[in-house]
């Protein structure tokens, strides 16, 4: 779905073979770390990169709705290019960053990241002192990383965007 720009929001997708090779690149990387727990978004594309950390750290696995990836709404399953041909206001407020904007029955970028960081401190209070892993999904971690290093929402997405392509 990544490589066809289909958006996926809370849709359950599986990882395709490359993702499967990156979930064990990534546990093994992590092999041998003193972790506590593992904690992960409850959809099946980070959960089984969560499951190959948890064994390869011999920590337990914690489903973790709060990690979910952003809600995408009615835009869910699309493509980039549908939701610009069929709803143009709307893909360049999608594309601006406009972090009051949510696609109908959506979240805007404002709540996700209000969710986020709600979930990520109440998972470090429970582990003060210890190491975690959190795993989840994109558009997640870049609301995680925007508000730690309080970096603009638009800033931070140009620069996925120019690794991504």
């Known amino acids: 779905w990544n490589r066809a720009s289909r958006m996926q929001g809370h849709l359950d997708v599986p990882l395709n073979a490359h993702g499967q090779w990156q ?9 041998g770390e003193s972790v506590a727990a593992v904690y992960s978004s409850d959809l099946q594309r980070a959960s089984a990169t969560a499951r190959a950390i948890a064994q390869a750290c ?9 990690l979910r990836e952003r809600n995408l709404g009615r835009f869910q399953g699309w493509t980039f290019a549908q939701v ?9 407020r999608w594309r601006g960053r406009d972090i009051t904007y949510a696609p109908a029955g959506g979240e805007t970028l404002t709540d ?52 991504a392509f």
């Open 23 to 31: 979930a064990r690149q990534t546990a093994r990387a992590l092999a």
């Open 112 to 163: 996700i990241q209000r969710r986020i960081l709600s979930t990520a401190a109440r998972l470090a209070q429970r582990h003060a002192g210890g190491q975690i892993v959190l795993v989840g999904h994109g558009g997640m971690l870049d609301r995680f990383d925007s508000a730690l290093l309080a970096i603009p929402a638009a800033v931070l997405y140009m620069q996925f965007v120019a690794k």
């Open 84 to 92: 610009q041909a069929q709803l143009p206001e709307e893909a360049a």
């Open 58 to 66: 011999g920590a337990p696995l914690v489903l973790e709705p709060g």
